[in-house]
């Protein structure tokens, strides 16, 4: 489940490699836009909400020609840029969307949301998010208030609702409790120091979107680079103690929760 940084990334690169150039060629491999054909448009700008993406496509010489592409990685998603001519980084089977300019061949693959939207419609898509940790329109107060809304929800639980902030998936919900020293069930009008666990969530994207792999304990190497997720059974950074999984949340939407029994005590 990629979390927001990696969609962040996603979306820089997306926007160094097509804004301001034409399409040759669009090929929309979902049926609702199986005969959609961008060719001609220009590729105004790829931006990131939450772990969304959407990429805005003008073409003024067609009505209503401000369109927004709105997709979401969901579990196995991604999208790579290739040049022209280069073999395709994953199987074409698995291509949803391909956007190609003369630089560049953008291919989204396993997309989970594939939607061509007016542009003036960006808001059905995202507008239900709460404040983008890595979004210029961050608001760390609106952001508390949202988490804080319903006092008795599980922070492991409240982290994960994009409706509360938006940005972080299982991976950071983990090491997060971890470094704030709660239990993922721990009720969130229970967690001592919310705003500074909500800072460092901020800081560990931030830093991320600056590296080539993802930390959080600022350790780069290979077995090195988490607290507790998917460290299960391993011994605790800080005390040695077994890192225990549990998964949690409701049927259809199970997630796994790590943590340590002693550092992070069962409310
Ligand atoms: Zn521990």
Redesign the pocket.
């Known amino acids: 489940m990629p979390e927001g940084d990696t969609v962040f990334r996603a979306a820089r690169l997306l926007d160094r490699s097509l804004s301001g150039d034409l399409l040759v060629r669009s090929d929309f491999r979902v049926p609702q836009l199986a005969t959609t054909d961008l060719a001609g448009a220009t590729v105004t700008g790829t931006v990131s909400r939450g772990k969304h993406l959407l990429t805005r496509i003008d073409d003024p010489t067609r009505e209503g020609g401000s369109w927004t592409l709105h997709t979401h990685l969901k579990m196995e998603g991604s999208w790579r840029v290739h040049r022209p001519g280069q073999r395709w980084q994953r199987p074409a089977h698995q291509a949803r969307v391909v956007l190609e300019t003369a630089r560049a061949v953008a291919v989204g693959f396993s997309l989970g949301i594939v939607e061509l939207l007016p542009r003036d419609q960006e808001d059905d898509a995202v507008g239900h998010l709460g404040p983008d940790l890595l979004g210029p329109d961050w608001d760390e107060d609106e952001a508390l208030r949202r988490l804080t809304d319903d006092p008795t929800r599980p922070i492991g639980e409240a982290l994960l609702d994009q409706t509360r902030l938006a940005g972080i998936g299982n991976m950071y919900m983990a090491e997060l409790c971890f470094v704030s020293g709660v239990h993922p069930r721990t009720p969130v009008g229970e967690v001592a120091n919310l705003a500074r666990l909500v800072r460092r969530a901020k800081q560990m994207l931030e830093l991320n979107t600056q590296r080539a792999a993802q930390s959080t304990t600022g350790d780069l190497r290979e077995r090195e680079r988490m607290w507790v997720y998917r460290r299960d059974r391993s011994p605790?950074r800080?005390?040695g103690?077994p890192v225990r999984v549990e998964m949690t949340g409701s049927a259809g939407r199970e997630r796994a929760a790590y943590w340590?029994p002693?550092?992070q005590p069962t409310p």
């Open positions: 605790c800080r005390c103690t340590c002693s550092c």
